[in-house]
């Protein structure tokens, strides 16, 4: 099984930028699909990114695209979200998650996705 452990969130003004870590263990994380989601208060968890294992293909939702960018280091077995132009309604708490069926197809519903960090909140101030 894999653990994931979400870091980097915190309170940003409207505009500005976070980056956030995603630290895998228990197994390598190369071989697997990985997202990042959010989820706000009193709404459903949605996807924000998603990467497939070799890094070369990537999905964002429109609402993000163009502002935030996923990335992942294999040797380090850790994905990022970078995060900029930030709005108040990416307000949410950031979940990292592993899709251990496959490398290379990324899907987008939250019931694809086999193991998810605690999460990480995000707060964006107008």
């Known amino acids: 099984q894999v653990q994931l452990v979400e870091s980097g969130g915190g309170l940003v003004q409207a505009g500005g930028s976070l980056r956030l870590s995603c630290a895998a263990s228990g197994r390598a994380i190369s071989n697997f699909v990985m997202g990042w989601f959010r989820q706000a208060p009193g709404k459903e968890r949605e996807i924000v990114a998603a990467i497939s294992g070799s890094g070369s293909r990537t999905y964002y939702p429109d609402s993000v695209k163009g502002r935030f960018t996923i990335s992942r280091d294999n040797a380090k077995n850790t994905v990022y979200l970078q995060m900029s132009s930030l709005k108040p309604e990416d307000t949410a708490v950031y979940y990292c998650?592993?899709?251990?069926?496959?490398?290379?197809?990324?899907?987008?519903?939250?019931?694809?996705?086999?193991?998810w960090g605690r999460g990480t909140p995000v707060t964006v101030s107008s």
């Open positions: 998650a592993v899709d251990m069926n496959n490398a290379i197809l990324l899907r987008t519903s939250v019931s694809a996705y086999d193991a």
